[in-house]
């Protein structure tokens, strides 16, 4: 079973702060690190995929950079609103066996107006 | 396009029962999954199929059976319910399995067993 961690569990913050957070997976066997949002009573819905080691993308004011070399994805927010509020999710895909995303257990932002 | 649908929503079940949820997707996608979602824990794979005819175990393949004879079709049958099972299942697709493909989700279905 592959080990894919992100921390904080959850994270607090007010209305304008901007915030990161973190998935940590397997350097080696590399395929592909996916980010998911996940809002409450909904479906988990993409956000990226990475796939090349110092890969940053960008969606408003949401971003994410990758290092495969040493296993991480940073994902950050840019001045947080109440709407972004959500869990968000990154799944690894290895190599070998890239039909079996592992997920990790998410971080959930909560954002106070 | 509907994307992806399971039904039903909600099910509560006995122990020992057994059920099939269903999962559909009208975005001719070669891959699905089943997973579950646990309190506090992010989404376990059950079962994955990368197309009409193949299919195969994830993480947490104990306790339920797949099959994909259809492209469209995904159904994920739990033979004998046991209270273990209680959890959120979500049906996902993606395009292929070849290249970096996001996955779609469908609503959930929500399960209860007692």
């Given at each position: 079973i592959l080990n894919v961690e992100q921390s904080p569990q959850s994270l607090h913050v007010q209305e304008g702060d901007s915030t990161n957070f973190t998935c940590s997976f397997p350097s080696s066997n590399f395929y592909a690190?996916?980010?998911?949002?996940w809002e409450t009573a909904k479906s988990p819905e993409a956000l990226f995929v990475m796939t090349l080691n110092g890969d940053e993308k960008k969606k408003g004011r949401i971003s994410a950079t990758l290092n495969t070399k040493e296993g991480y994805s940073y994902l950050y927010i840019k001045g947080s609103q109440p709407e972004d509020s959500a869990t968000y999710l990154c799944a690894f895909q290895g190599i070998t066996?890239?039909?079996k995303s592992t997920f990790g257990d998410g971080t959930t932002l909560t954002v106070k107006p | 396009n509907a994307g992806v649908t399971q039904?039903?929503?909600?099910q509560v079940l006995k122990t020992g029962q057994s059920m099939t949820l269903q999962c559909a997707q009208d975005m001719n996608h070669e891959y699905m999954s089943w997973y579950r979602q646990d309190p506090g824990m992010g989404l376990r794979l059950i079962?994955?199929?990368v197309g009409a005819g193949i299919t195969d175990q994830g993480e947490v393949p104990n306790?339920?059976?797949?099959?994909r004879s259809t492209t469209e079709d995904f159904p994920l049958r739990l033979l004998s319910a046991a209270p273990s099972q209680t959890s959120v299942y979500f049906c996902?697709?993606?395009y292929s399995l070849d290249s970096y493909n996001e996955q779609f989700f469908g609503p959930g279905t929500r399960l209860t067993v007692l």
């Open positions: 690190l996916h980010w998911y949002r066996n890239a039909g | 039904t039903p929503k909600f079962h994955y199929s306790g339920y059976n797949v099959s996902a697709s993606s």
